[in-house]
């Protein structure tokens, strides 16, 4: 069986520098806001090209603190993505403030651009662009609309660590941007975890007291905060990885050359890299209007795929009372066609080699 993610590959690469790392940070006794945090802090802020960042305890949780900070609440409106994981829009509901869904660009899946202004009323107060599979939103024209409207503009960068656009790290681009360590990250701890960066010195310092019960110091509490923390476990964990996080990037890059070279581009369409970015392809995703066949044809021949996203998010229960579920066709069609491909810096070159023909043998007499 290919695994679409082997953490028994992970780890087994991994296990002895990190049963050190963990050991060091139990011996240490310091489990909450230690020196491990703030060390990943400053090297990962250091990294993505910010001034601040704040570990937290989620990408969710990243996300709405984002929203929080910028005083965005009841009665706002917030131009966002369907087609993204559901806490990118859940963290909008859970400030009161209401989503606005654009539709995508048909190739690289992110943010449409020719569609955000005609949704811009004078209720809108952001825009949060996904970077979504690891290809960077176009972002120059996107902070230009959002210049002319005095709009804030938040980068959901959790499929996305390590990509470059026009030589700038994502993340560094936006008036806030936030990442999620799931496990399947391309930057993944062993549990959730989160991440905020930003240039801002005021903002920065609300969100140090948010993420911590709103406290200035020891029992000083200036604001109802959140206990949204990251933890030492995870901090040492994530400052370890940090250092291969370039190369695994590398290894992404060079299976999805693979998959782009051997895959038959006239039964599939394969991803685009559009403009002047560097992809980090946390997920390789193809489409077929044969989808649902092919991910079944795919398991018959022992190989694992998945769906990101079978269901939009504007097509959820949760926002079935959304009053403003705008029309997003291409959103809704590509739904329909998308599947993930095995895709992790722990694939064999020979297993991508294999995926492709038995995916180019589908359809073919037998």
């Known amino acids: 069986m290919i695994k679409f993610f082997d953490f028994k590959r992970e780890h087994s690469e991994l296990k002895d520098h990190l049963n050190v790392i963990i050991d060091n940070v139990l011996n240490n006794g310091s489990f909450i806001i230690g020196n491990e945090v703030q060390k990943f802090e400053s090297q990962f802020s250091e990294y993505i090209g910010t001034k601040y960042g704040l570990g937290v305890n989620s990408g969710s949780d990243a996300l709405f603190m984002a929203i929080k900070s910028l005083d965005i609440g009841e009665g706002h409106e917030v131009i966002t993505v369907s087609h993204t994981f559901i806490s990118t829009v859940d963290a909008i509901s859970r400030n009161n403030a209401i989503p606005v869904f654009v539709d995508i660009d048909p190739t690289t899946y992110c943010i449409d651009i020719s569609e955000i202004e005609s949704h811009i009323?004078?209720?809108?107060?952001?825009?949060?662009?996904?970077?979504?599979?690891?290809?960077?939103?176009?972002?120059?024209?996107?902070?230009?609309?959002?210049?002319?409207?005095?709009?804030?503009?938040?980068?959901?960068?959790?499929?996305?660590?390590?990509?470059?656009?026009?030589g700038k790290r994502v993340g560094s681009l936006g008036d806030i941007s936030c990442f999620s360590f799931y496990p399947v990250k391309n930057l993944g701890a062993y549990g959730d975890g989160g991440f905020i960066a930003l240039n801002d010195d005021v903002m920065f310092e609300k969100l140090e007291m948010m993420h911590n019960y709103g406290q200035s110091g020891k029992n000083h509490h200036e604001f109802v905060g959140l206990n949204s923390r990251l933890d030492e476990i995870q901090a040492a964990i994530l400052n370890f990885k940090l250092g291969y996080l370039d190369n695994w990037n590398n290894e992404r890059n060079k299976l999805a050359n693979i998959y782009n070279k051997l895959l038959d581009g006239s039964k599939y369409k394969i991803p685009v890299v559009k403009g002047q970015v560097e992809h980090v392809y946390h997920l390789y995703v193809i489409r077929s209007n044969k989808r649902d066949e092919i991910k079944d044809y795919l398991l018959k021949n022992n190989i694992q795929s998945m769906i990101h996203y079978p269901i939009p998010v504007h097509k959820q229960n949760a926002y079935s009372k959304l009053v403003s579920r705008n029309n997003i066709p291409i959103t809704e069609k590509i739904c329909n066609e998308i599947v993930s491909l095995p895709m992790n810096p722990w694939l064999k070159n020979n297993e991508i080699i294999e995926i492709c023909q038995i995916l180019n043998n589908y359809g073919e007499p037998e």
């Open 121 to 166: 009323t004078d209720k809108t107060r952001a825009i949060i662009v996904v970077h979504l599979y690891g290809h960077p939103a176009d972002m120059d024209p996107i902070l230009k609309i959002a210049k002319k409207y005095d709009l804030f503009v938040i980068e959901d960068c959790s499929q996305a660590h390590g990509a470059r656009y026009k």
